[in-house]
């Protein structure tokens, strides 16, 4: 019963943090030095966190779906058009092409280093770095960036390029756990001129290959002879996971339209210091 609990909590910070630019890893790495999980085998937690991020995910296709699902299936949606690509919704179906070539830098990189950056950054002292290292990061882009006209204030507006440096961007936290996914394209895109409510969409809609990919990849590697209990944790931790980003995702989209993301930055800070010292102390 205390393993399902632990599951539960797991879920809870998984769906808060996962979207707020505040590093779902850090936070989880903490959590499990403080509740590990007991009776499971040996790399499932590692495989664990990644995996409960579909549940955070599948929030996103839920409250996004009219804006990204890209086929016209019913006649209102296809209107006078006739023909194969009458079935298909052509801005939609563009936004997914710039999608997927913003996942290419980190998918490439990920799919050949990503047992390499895991035995040397996934550890208390990089993540806590990374932590304080972006939260100064956005603390100093938001002072720049006050006052300033972005360039693109919609998601057709962006092009292949900018989807591309978002994806350079969205490589640095593929790289070092505990920059945050979310935090790394908010901060990329708000430097190359994108809104702050547009850059939080893209992000949204970026996880959704990224984080399915990573999902298989980390399933794949850890194999699938899952006993009861593992089954029943992932089960508990991704539909917990759902269930508050649902709430997160409509509490954020709210929240940038009257405010920066510099509380975040400060946040990252402390929590950097906090993780820094409790695992010194314990070291």
């Known amino acids: 019963m205390w393993e399902i609990i632990k599951a539960f909590i797991y879920g ?17 790495i903490l959590v499990e030095e403080l509740i590990p999980f007991q009776g499971t085998s040996e790399g499932f ?12 995910i599948m ?3 839920v409250l996004f779906w009219k804006q990204i699902w890209p086929f016209a299936l019913s006649g209102k949606e296809r209107g006078d058009k006739k023909g194969i690509l009458s079935f298909v919704k052509m801005d939609i179906m563009t936004l997914w092409f710039k999608i997927l070539v913003a996942c290419v830098p980190a998918a490439v990189i990920g799919i050949l280093f990503d047992d390499v950056f895991d035995a040397l950054f996934y550890n208390y002292f990089c993540v806590a770095l990374a932590l304080i290292v972006f939260g100064v990061a956005f603390i100093v882009v938001e002072n720049w960036n006050k006052g300033r006209n972005a360039k ?15 994806g350079v961007f969205q ?15 908010i901060v990329g ?7 702050r409510t547009v850059a939080a969409e893209f992000t949204f809609f970026l996880a959704i290959p990224v984080m399915f990919g990573a999902s298989l990849l980390k399933v794949l590697k850890f194999g699938f002879d899952f006993t009861g209990l593992e089954l029943a944790l992932l089960a508990i931790g991704t539909v917990t996971a759902f269930v508050v980003s649902m709430f997160v995702l409509k509490f954020l989209m709210g929240y940038i339209k009257k405010h920066d993301f510099k509380v975040f930055g400060w946040y990252r800070i402390v929590l950097g210091a906090v993780v820094l010292v409790f695992f010194g102390v314990l070291a």
């Open 152 to 166: 693109i204030n919609s998601l057709a507006e962006i092009t292949y390029q900018t989807a591309l440096m978002i």
């Open 189 to 195: 895109a708000l430097l190359i001129g994108v809104s």
């Open 171 to 185: 490589l640095i936290a593929a790289v070092f756990p505990g920059t945050s996914r979310s935090g790394a394209t």
């Open 59 to 61: 929030a996103v296709v």
């Open 12 to 28: 809870i910070v998984e769906g808060i943090t996962e979207w707020l630019p505040i590093s779902s890893t850090g936070h989880l």
């Open 45 to 56: 937690f590692d495989m664990f966190d990644v995996v409960i991020q579909l549940g955070a």
